[in-house]
Structure formats: C-alpha cells, structure tokens
T-cell receptor, first 110, second 111 residues
Framework: DGGITQSPKYLFRKEGQNVTLSCEQN?????MYWYRQDPGQGLRLIYY???????QKGDIAEGYSVSREKKESFPLTVTSAQKNPTAFYLC?????????FGQGTRLTVV | RKEVEQDPGPFNVPEGATVAFNCTYS??????FFWYRQDCRKEPKLLMS???SGNEDGRFTAQLNRASQYISLLIRDSKLSDSATYLC????????????FGSGTRLQVQP
C-alpha cells in the first residue's frame, strides 16, 4: 500500500540531546512537510521540501534541521537548541493538491 | 491576519443536531480547498474536497464562495462519532508553500 511512515511513534528525549524523527513515503510525491502540533493548537510548519536536495524553513524552524537526500525520505532532527520540543510531529506530502499524513511522532522531553 | 481562519470552538451539540463550520482565507490565488478531520492524538484525515459548485457526501455538505473567500462545512444529523477537530486546508497549486491550515474547530457531539 502507498503511504507515509513515521517512526518512532513515541520518542523520549533527555534535555540537551539531539533526536531524529523519520519520515518515509512511497507515494512518489515531490513535496514533503514537517509540522508541529501542540495540545489544542493547529499545525505549524517547521520545514518543507519541494524537491530532492532542496528544503526551506517554515514558520518555526529554529532548533530543527532537515535533509532531503532521497525523494522518499525527509528526516527531521530536533536539536538541543529547541527549548520546548515536547509536541506531536506530523510529516506530510502533497499530491494533486491534497495532503497525506503520517501517523505522527509524539516527542516528550524527560 | 492569519492566512486561514477558523472559529476554534468548541461546538457542543446534541446528537441529531445540524452544525456548520466556517473558514475564511486571505490569499485570493488559492486554488484547492479541503476539510480534514483530526481525532485526538491522531493524524488529520481527508474528509472532503470543496468545489465552487458545492458538494455533498452523505450527511456532509461543503461550500466554497470564492468572491468572499469563504468555505463552509455542514454536518446534518450529528453522530457521537463526529466528535473531532475539523481543519480547513487551502492550497496553492504553484509556489513553494502549497499547504495552509486553519487552526481547527473542535466539535463535541453529546448524547
């Protein structure tokens, strides 16, 4: 089945650690996105990529980094510079203008 | 002004009620419009696309008014299972930042 796979589903991070969230898609979509969602809030764009080897900052990119070395993969690294990383992270792609989402990663700082 | 604005709710309605959600968008170049449903702690899922002619899918009706830059979703005969957050999504078919989300409207259907 075509789709988007995010892993892990739950992630715990100690303060000062970098962690990487995985996003893989087999939909053959060019555009990929990372969003952050806080409880009771909407989706905020962290980074997006329209094509391999190219990505752009979204509205809240500080403390995050990404890479797009392959069309299928768009990993997100939450660095120690991100002061409040506890949130629900969603990866998405677009095809025919519609958005498709992974199941999300819930990151908690312990 | 936000690019896509929605009433955050919550809307608390009894089973069987009709409820309407509204969404306004600021970019007149927007091309495609959708309603997504998001259950608690889950990813958003496509509910329906929105067309200028209006479209209906069972108990759900979506309308688009390009002149007023306004989108609506009507849910008839609400069910308990309709309780969720409804996200308005607007896309640009060109340019880099194709997706724009509203912050969502929460619906709670009560028995």
């Amino acid at each position: 089945d075509g789709g988007i796979t995010q892993s892990p589903k739950y992630l715990f991070r100690k303060e000062g650690q970098n962690v990487t969230l995985s996003c893989e898609q087999n939909l053959n979509h060019d555009a990929m996105y990372w969003y952050r969602q806080d409880p009771g809030q909407g989706l905020r764009l962290i980074y997006y990529s329209q094509i391999v080897n190219d990505f752009q900052k979204g509205d809240i990119a500080e403390g995050y980094s990404v890479s797009r070395e392959k069309k299928e993969s768009f990993p997100l690294t939450v660095t120690s510079a991100q002061k409040n990383p506890t949130a629900f992270y969603l990866c998405a792609t677009t095809g025919r203008s519609k958005a498709f989402f992974g199941q999300g990663t819930r990151l908690t700082v312990v | 002004r936000k690019e896509v604005e929605q009433d955050p709710g919550p809307f608390n309605v009894p089973e069987g009620a009709t409820v309407a959600f509204n969404c306004t968008y600021s970019n007149s170049a927007s091309q495609s419009f959708f309603w997504y449903r998001q259950d608690c702690r889950k990813e958003p899922k496509l509910l329906m696309s929105v067309y200028s002619s209006g479209n209906e899918d069972g108990r759900f009706t979506a309308q688009l008014n390009r002149a007023s830059q306004y989108i609506s979703l009507l849910i008839r005969d609400s069910k308990l299972s309709d309780s969720a957050t409804y996200l308005c999504v607007v896309t640009l078919d060109t340019g880099r930042r194709a997706l724009t989300f509203g912050s969502g409207t929460r619906l709670q259907v009560q028995p």
